[in-house]
């Protein structure tokens, strides 16, 4: 009787050393309800009576979408600016039907590049200022944000060589 026991026991050994493994890919967090996520937000500081200022950030969407515009208390229009060569001169203007944004990937806005503009200022924007900043999308709601105010002086930093 004892060889049949251990032929008994030999399954159970087995189904314990294969568990069946979870899924290996990982869950999206829950508080990531936010179908664009937007970080890293700041505006640069605008020299007095500057009517215009220019503000960066980075964009991460869920889903493809595209950054179409937005507003803020501090201009009376926000437009989303790209810019681009014209006879060897730099222009900006505005994204036609708005900066894309693939899925997953992270869209940084920098100085030189394509930028958030912000048209007829109320006021300067000055370094330790808040700028709220409400950014609208072809499909996500709308994100507001933050955006401190930082001086950044031209040419200053080395970051153009
Ligand atoms: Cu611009």
Known sequence: ????????????ALAACSPT????????????????????AWCRATPNGARAGGCFATFTARTDDRLTGGS??????LQVHEMSMDGGMMKMGQIE???PLPAGQAVALAPGGN???LMELTQPLAEGDTVPLTLTFATAP??????????VTPGGDGHHG
Do not use: C, F, S, Y
Not at 72 to 77: E, L
């Open 1 to 12: 009787m004892k060889r049949l026991l251990i032929l008994a026991v030999a399954p159970l």
């Open 21 to 40: 493994e979870p899924a290996a890919e990982n869950p999206p967090a829950a508080d990531q309800t936010a179908a664009v996520v937007v970080t890293d």
């Open 72 to 77: 803020t208390p501090r201009a009376a229009q």
């Open 97 to 99: 039907g708005g900066l």
């Open 115 to 117: 930028h958030i503009m």
């Open 142 to 151: 709308a994100v507001t944000v933050q955006a401190p105010v930082r001086r």
